[in-house]
């Protein structure tokens, strides 16, 4: 099965980890280990709400500012794009937000699906509108993230799921994934493989 779009993950897929969720969680009031930061969010009422996005909204400015991309991811692009594959970043952050990082480190990314577009990973739903509007089958498409939301994502939509194995949590998530890369430049070995089936 030939891959024709590749849709990556953002914050520590294709720029360096930077958050602590952790401690965000913290500073808006909830428990360290409360589960995923914005179903938590949902919860709150109007006033909780506002106040736990500027947090957020704090520290994904702080991130875009800061960010460094990971090893490789550059030159990844660049080589996805040359030989005409589809560029697609779904992320959980705001869409605007991605695109400032990709004006920042001159990336080019084809379509971006961030939260304010629909249901967040690990719902289907970002893959089958990138798919959508790519004009491609989800088994022509490799999601690559470095969590285990992006994995359940790919599956739930009928991707491949490629878990990029860059941190000490990713044992915990690799029973999910399709294909494990410690470099995300290793996709290209991945997708030379499927498309010469």
């Known amino acids: 099965m030939q891959i024709k779009a ?13 958050f602590d969720f952790d401690d965000i969680r913290e500073e808006i009031g909830l428990a360290r280990d409360s ?10 009422t109007v006033q909780q709400r506002q106040d736990a996005e500027k947090i957020l909204h704090y520290h994904e400015q702080k991130a875009v ?19 005409g594959i589809h560029i697609g970043v779904l992320t959980r952050n705001k869409r605007e937000n991605a695109l400032a990082i990709a004006k920042k480190h001159e990336l080019k990314f084809d379509i971006v699906i961030g939260r304010e577009d629909g249901p967040v990973k690990p719902d289907a739903f970002g893959v089958l509108r990138i798919c959508e509007q ?20 790919a599956k739930a939509a009928g991707a491949v799921a490629v878990l990029l194995a ?19 430049s290793r996709i290209l070995e991945i997708i030379d493989g499927k498309n010469s089936d």
Request: proline share 4%.
């Open 134 to 153: 790519f004009g491609v089958e989800p088994k022509e498409t490799m999601l690559v993230g470095d969590y285990l939301f992006d994995l359940l994502c």
């Open 35 to 44: 589960g995923p930061l914005l179903e938590s969010m949902e919860k709150m």
């Open 166 to 184: 860059n941190h000490s949590q990713a044992g915990e998530f690799v029973e999910h994934a399709d294909f494990c890369v410690e470099d995300i």
């Open 65 to 83: 500012t800061e960010s460094k991309l990971n090893a490789n991811a550059k030159q990844t692009l660049s080589a996805l794009c040359a030989a």
């Open 6 to 18: 590749v849709i990556f993950d953002l914050d520590g897929t294709i720029t360096q980890p930077f």
